[in-house]
């Protein structure tokens, strides 16, 4: 095996691992794997990354920043809490049905670092959904329920993306409908909260004529 361990071997090892995690699953993630994948002994792997688990932290980030300037480029022109927050909903949809795979992977993982609890969402696991509807239901809310609604907005929006990324039958046609879908009843359930409406266990829909206020029709990821 010819040893290659030049600057870009890093982004190599990256580049190796998530194809592999992508079709064979983190199990099957391992410096061995790698080492057939790239041409890479595991000692040279070894001087860019400590672990396994590092290395998938590191592929993780490398994602994140990838959703990350797409989500920025999708904001774009938004204005008000609900229009970016119903902006960034449709971006996450649109996001992970693009990349099923992706999103199969993240979930993977995320079963080993818990992503959804309480402490995940303020942390920051979801950017900034906690700020946007800290926004919308005010300042003079209890910060125990600004915290309880922005847990459930972020759980809400990602057990859409699961539904959604599952049903693989969904016509392309009809996807974006869905995903207008969705982030109107996100934010309606948001503002409902805001007016009262909602204390627990309502589940009001969006409006879908607010298709302006909300954000719909921004500039696709």
């Known amino acids: 095996m010819q040893e290659t361990d030049g600057p870009d071997t890093r982004t190599r090892i990256l580049d190796a691992a998530e194809e592999i995690a992508r079709e064979q699953g983190l199990d099957s993630l391992s410096m061995r794997a790698l080492a057939e994948r790239i041409g890479l002994s595991a000692p040279a792997a070894y001087r860019h990354f400590r672990s396994k ?46 990349d099923r795979a992706g999103f199969r992977l993240a979930s993977e993982w995320g079963r080993q670092e818990p992503s959804l609890t309480g402490r995940a969402v303020e942390a920051g696991s979801f950017g900034d959904v906690p700020a946007l509807v800290a926004a919308i239901l005010g300042e ?20 859409m993306a699961l539904s959604l990324v599952q049903d693989e039958g969904i016509p392309r046609a009809r996807e974006m409908e869905l995903v207008d ?18 204390s627990g266990g309502g589940s009001p829909a969006g409006n879908r004529g607010t298709a302006r206020r909300n954000g719909r029709g921004r500039s696709d990821p």
Do not use: N
């Open 53 to 98: 688990s590092e290395i998938v932290r590191a592929m993780i980030d490398r994602g994140r920043d990838r959703f990350a300037r797409g989500l920025a480029a999708a904001r774009r022109g938004t204005e008000g809490p609900e229009e970016i927050l119903a902006a960034s909903a449709r971006y996450y949809l649109r996001f992970w049905l693009r």
């Open 140 to 159: 003079t809310r209890d910060p125990g329920e600004t915290a309880r609604v922005s847990r459930w907005v972020a759980s809400t929006l990602y057990g």
């Open 181 to 198: 879908s969705a982030a109107d009843y996100l934010v309606g359930a948001v503002r409902a909260a805001a007016s009262g409406r909602l």
